[in-house]
């Protein structure tokens, strides 16, 4: 039996993007997204406090725009633990965190291919060079980058059974949740 796999997909402009598409890009932008993981019964993220969760669409973010389901996963509640601790304490730390560079999409991804063997949608992974590109986004990258929300982080010293994940905080990756949704463990 498997577990089922999704990514939920939010517009951190709640609609705002179509309307600032055209003089950021010279075209309409569909949104500008974060994503998050579910599996397990948890929505799992990253930000600028590492990786973190919630309960499925618990972020202040409310439900997300849309979900994909990615398929299912052989990968046991367990071995999947093991995987967030690694990836919390060196590639998905906290401090490595950069809106546009290293952010929740670029988490969603990697921890969807360990899942199920594919990743996100391929046009939420580009938008942020997309955006870079243009000298508008260049100019307004300082702006958007001090915008970012913050979390509460996973915690390095996890027991074994207990689920948790890195607080995170996110720009076009993670929405602001409080303090009573977040779940803070050790690793």
């Not at 705002?16 to 799992?44: C, F, N, Q, S």
């Not at 590109?133 to 300082?142: D, F, I, R, V, Y």
């Not at 948790?164 to 009573?180: D, E, H, L, R």
Request: hydrophobic content about 35%; some cysteine.
């Amino acid at each position: 039996m498997g577990f089922k796999v999704q990514v939920y997909i939010y517009d951190l402009t709640q609609g705002m993007a179509r309307t600032m598409g055209p003089a950021l890009i010279g075209r309409p932008l569909d949104g500008v997204w974060h994503t998050a993981i579910v599996v397990y019964g948890k929505e799992y993220f990253f930000g600028g406090g590492g990786i973190e969760y919630c309960n499925p669409g618990g972020t202040m973010m409310g439900q997300p725009l849309k979900i994909e389901d990615l398929g299912e996963t052989q990968i046991t509640e367990d071995l999947f633990q093991d995987y967030l601790r690694t990836q919390s304490q060196d590639r998905f730390r906290g401090d490595r965190y950069d809106l546009f560079r290293h952010n929740c999409n670029n988490f969603s991804n990697e921890t969807a291919q360990f899942l199920v063997g594919k990743g996100i949608p391929q046009h939420i992974l580009d938008l942020p060079n997309e955006i870079l590109s243009t000298p508008m986004g260049q100019m307004l990258a300082p702006m958007i980058q001090q915008m970012t929300p913050s979390g509460t982080s996973l915690p390095s010293n996890m027991g074994s059974g207990a689920s948790a994940v890195n607080g995170a905080s996110g720009g076009f990756s993670t929405p602001p949740i409080t303090q009573k949704e977040v779940q803070k463990t050790s690793f």
